[in-house]
């Protein structure tokens, strides 16, 4: 055992966190990083003049607290989302793990339980044991697909307190039908309880209308989870949001910390809305460039998922492990999530997609897992 990692046991921690590990990808300098999701383009000039204008505004009332109720901020998303939605509909975090933390605050705690269906998002174990919430994991179909009735069957026998429906789920980047949701919902509030649509990837979905936003009306405990961070190319602002019934965001509150949206990130957050067009003119290109990975995928012989994400989940690997390594060396990262035989990567631009394509080829072609046209 580490000398950092016996420090860490012989603090009086919570029994229940004793051999966890926190979350996280690696963050290794390499030219190309397509491991974590992100929006790989780079911000766009106007768009970047615009937030230092924004953060100029305010920089002279940084002695102040913040807009507590960021009613502005709230405004612009609801907006933005439209369906009807409102300023009191909506709610924002620091990304939507702050989110999800806040919704797992206030629904979960001691005694009471969450279920999410597994492969997905690993962090909503993690937030889990950060509110002391009984985890529940559900299980998909070998495909990694999830049917209304499997779903529906699951959530009667564990009677979670929370339901999260990651959609496009992550890692697979599969989306959900509209009536999985539909009949999920149905059973969770039979049960009194909570059902969070994480739509972190909502933006690249293939048929983006089918968002659980028009499944709001009359479900008032249905929570729509999105972020900032992919579609808008602002991981780096940290701006989560969920619209829901306004009850559900009364609820967070009693959970929130005091000003807990910065003058700075709300600010930034006005001005990347605000010029939305610009920053999510380059959606399309990213769902060109995940399209484009899926078909050459199947080309080389792998087995790519159906995506309606920014990101490729695919199997066919012999040894996934030495696949990763050999794109690394390539100075090209990817992510294993630890499933055997398959990796995932971010659709980023063009000339990234052609470098991972050809390092991936290149790579089976040395093992002897594909051969070229020419040498067929």
């Not at 012989?10 to 491991?35: F, K």
């Not at 962090?123 to 049917?147: K, Q, W």
């Not at 010029?275 to 080389?300: G, P, Y």
């Not at 990567?345 to 594909?370: D, H, I, K, R």
Request: glycine content about 6%; proline content about 5%; some cysteine.
């Amino acid at each position: 055992m580490s000398e950092a990692l016996q420090a860490l046991e012989n603090l009086p921690i919570r029994d229940d966190l004793r051999g966890r590990s926190p979350y996280g990808a690696p963050m290794i300098d390499v030219p190309i990083t397509l491991n974590v999701n992100e929006n790989t383009h780079p911000m766009p000039d106007e768009v970047v003049e615009a937030i230092g204008a924004e953060i100029g505004k305010v920089a002279h009332r940084l002695n102040r607290y913040p807009d507590r109720e960021f009613v502005e901020l709230r405004q612009e998303l609801a907006e933005f989302l439209g369906h009807g939605l409102t300023a009191d509909n909506v709610w924002a975090a620091n990304g939507s793990n702050e989110v999800l933390q806040q919704l797992f605050q206030v629904f979960g705690g001691p005694g009471r339980s969450v279920m999410s269906f597994v492969p997905t998002y690993s962090m909503y174990p993690l937030l889990a044991d950060g509110t002391n919430t009984e985890f529940i994991a559900g299980e998909r179909a070998a495909d990694f697909t999830l049917t209304a009735e499997s779903a529906v069957a699951q959530v009667i026998k564990h009677r979670p307190h929370i339901v999260v429906l990651c959609s496009p789920n992550n890692p697979t980047g599969t989306a959900l039908e509209k009536e999985v949701i539909e009949r999920v919902y149905s059973a969770v509030e039979e049960l009194d309880g909570i059902l969070i649509v994480d739509e972190a990837y909502a933006e690249f979905a293939q048929d983006p209308e089918q968002t659980a936003l028009t499944l709001l009306p009359g479900r008032n405990r249905l929570v729509v989870s999105r972020t900032m961070s992919k579609a808008f190319a602002f991981a780096g602002v940290r701006l989560g949001y969920f619209a829901a019934h306004p009850a559900i965001a009364d609820a967070v509150r009693l959970v929130r910390l005091p000003y807990h949206l910065s003058s700075v990130t709300q600010a930034t957050a006005l001005a990347a809305l605000r010029h939305r067009t610009q920053l999510l003119a380059n959606v399309e290109d990213i769902k060109d460039a995940r399209n484009r990975i899926v078909t050459r995928l199947r080309e080389l012989g792998l087995k790519p998922a159906e995506s309606d994400s920014n990101f490729v989940f695919f199997s066919g690997l012999q040894d996934e492990k030495e696949a990763w390594e050999y794109l690394l060396a390539d100075g090209i990262l990817v992510r294993d999530n630890g499933i055997a035989g398959h990796l995932r990567v971010t659709a980023g631009t063009q000339e990234e997609t052609t470098a991972f394509l050809q390092s991936l080829e290149n790579y089976l072609v040395s093992t002897g897992a594909y051969l070229p046209a020419s040498d067929h």
